[in-house]
């Protein structure tokens, strides 16, 4: 007993804050250039998520200076919506806290860590707090340096000052000192990841001042702010017991059955009738002892047999009421046991697929305006595959962009990014990179992919996107994902081909035009001794035929 006590007299509950700042190489600062990308891309993440939920078209300026070596000052300024003044501490000093995390929505952040983690590291290398300045566009402009208090997991403001807002500018500028990080004009660094990000927001406005004063604008293609995206209700083939459970004790429906309706999608008044009868006959069977018998049951049902289940047994309409009665209750009250039930029945009943309306693709007109606004090509192709499901009911939507030729340098380039965001490491493990590889190129009339000037984007989206790791730069191997990113690939694929097919035709037909041109002199000469005939005049004649036969068998291939 004694040993006992001596060993938990170290016992101590660690917080959030602590555990990231212990592993901040789980939130992507590894490595010097990386970090300095990681505190780019979540400050400039917010910037485009505020700015498109208020219907606003963003304006982002980064600028970074050089302070000393391996130390620099990052300033990342929005013209978004402002942050409210009590919640500032709670932005930039809170873990897992935010507008997005707790709501099934589709949007660049998903886990309420991103830009407290960027304060984190700025406090942990440099010891500085992070400066924010930031209106909503009132009389007043907040000036606050915020820390963290690691132990506590809270944000506190270390000075504040309030200045007048005579023009009523409304955004927010942030401001970290970071130290042990390396500016590098890398395909990891901060240039290429705002580049890849003006891609794929082609309604953003993007500023860069380098740490030698160099300004790099990557301006707006297109006036249209998207839609912001709809919060959705989870899908009965996605939950867990945990989840009906957890959600049971927070709803405000007075009944299970319109918990079940009101909180979830796809689930109405006969849905909830079907239910009942399911976990009546979950119940049933799990009395019967043969289990060859209770396995030709559960066969039975998954092939939604469940009134045949049911009249197998005696007095089942008993268990059927039990059930019915259960769902009269208020949700509090449901039981772990009852929670379990319901999503053991919702395994064996068929759902339509979960509606799609809060997904926001970037859209096929806007991902070609992207790729021909930075990149410049002589083609560009854009797929955006219908909406599927995964893990029986997450929604998500692939989309492809296909650039080749023009000012493209030559090298096969894979641009990856989830939820309009790029991502620039852990591209191996990435199903993005595993779809890619998988393409037989030689079949679209690309015979080395690895010296073409070609550039493939692929965008997954999803209310949940299922990253490999905390640093969200890598997309799990989910088979459905794989599925479709490679279908949306080889559609933009089979349009190159078309094109580069129409472009090979047309260079074997100036050859063969230059080859005849190249005897018409000889031939007219010939000619004129025979006929008496001006040799200029029968050059003219040929010239003109050679060029009537070439034009229709152009109009002739571009018809076709």
Wanted: proline letters at 5%; glycine letters at 6%; one cysteine or more.
């Amino acid at each position: 007993m004694a040993e006992a006590k001596q060993l938990f007299k170290e016992f101590k509950i660690q917080s959030v804050s602590e555990f990231f700042r212990r592993n901040a190489a789980m939130l992507g600062y590894t490595g010097k250039i990386r970090s300095l990308t990681t505190v780019i891309h979540e400050a400039v993440t917010n910037s485009l998520d505020a700015c498109e939920e208020a219907g606003i078209l963003p304006y982002v300026r980064v600028e970074i200076e050089e302070l000393g070596r391996e130390h620099y000052r990052v300033v990342v300024e929005d013209n978004g919506p402002g942050i409210p003044e009590k919640y500032i501490t709670h932005v930039f000093g809170k873990m897992l806290a935010g507008t997005k995390a707790h709501r099934n929505i589709q949007s660049r952040g998903q886990q309420g860590i991103g830009i407290s983690g960027a304060v984190m590291f700025a406090q942990i290398t440099s010891g500085k707090a992070t400066r924010v300045i930031t209106s909503t566009g009132n009389d007043e402009i907040i000036e606050a340096w915020v820390k963290i208090d690691v132990d506590k997991n809270e944000g506190k403001i270390v000075r504040k000052e309030k200045h007048p807002n005579p023009r009523g500018w409304r955004g927010t500028r942030i401001e970290l000192e970071v130290k042990n990080v390396r500016y590098v004009r890398s395909k990891q660094g901060v240039y290429w990841y705002l580049k890849l990000t003006a891609i794929a927001n082609p309604h953003a406005h993007i500023e860069l001042i380098e740490p030698d004063g160099k300004l790099i604008v990557f301006p707006r293609s297109s006036d249209e702010v998207p839609e912001p995206p709809v919060e959705m209700k989870p899908h009965p083939r996605g939950v867990l017991t945990d989840d009906v459970y957890r959600m049971a004790r927070k709803t405000r429906r007075n009944t299970v059955k319109r918990f079940l309706i009101g909180e979830f999608s796809r689930i109405s008044d006969k849905k909830v009738d079907e239910l009942i009868e399911y976990i009546a006959a979950l119940r049933l069977i799990k009395t019967v002892q043969d289990k060859t018998v209770q396995e030709q049951l559960y066969e039975k049902l998954a092939k939604g047999n469940v009134k045949a289940v049911l009249r197998s047994f005696k007095g089942y309409t008993k268990v059927v009421r039990q059930v019915a009665k259960m769902m009269e209750k208020p949700p509090e009250k449901l039981t772990w046991q009852e929670a379990e039930e319901i999503v053991e029945a919702f395994r064996y009943m068929k759902f339509l697929a979960p509606p799609t309306h809060g997904l926001r693709p970037i859209g096929e007109e806007n991902i070609e305006k992207g790729l021909k606004g930075i990149l410049k090509p002589e083609f560009v192709t854009a797929v955006t595959r219908p909406p599927k499901v995964y893990s029986g009911g997450i929604p998500f939507q692939v989309e492809v962009g296909l650039a080749y030729g023009g000012e493209i340098q030559s090298g096969f380039e894979l641009f990856r990014y989830a939820n309009r965001v790029p991502l620039l490491f852990d591209a191996g493990s990435c199903v993005t990179t595993l779809a890619a590889r998988s393409i037989d190129w030689k079949r679209y009339k690309i015979d080395d992919p690895e010296r073409a000037p070609l550039v493939l984007m692929i965008n997954v989206i999803s209310v949940h996107v299922p990253y490999t790791g905390t640093g969200k730069q890598s997309i799990a191997n989910v088979e459905e994902i794989y599925n479709e990113i490679r279908l949306a690939i080889m559609d933009a694929a089979r349009r190159l081909q078309t094109y580069l097919s129409g472009k090979h035709r047309k260079m074997a037909q100036v050859r063969r035009k230059k080859t005849f041109e190249k005897y018409v002199p000889e031939i007219a000469r010939a000619l004129s001794i025979l006929t008496g005939e001006p040799e200029e005049k029968i050059r003219e004649y040929f010239m003109a035929f050679i060029e009537s036969h070439f034009a229709a068998k152009e109009g002739v291939s571009e018809n076709a």
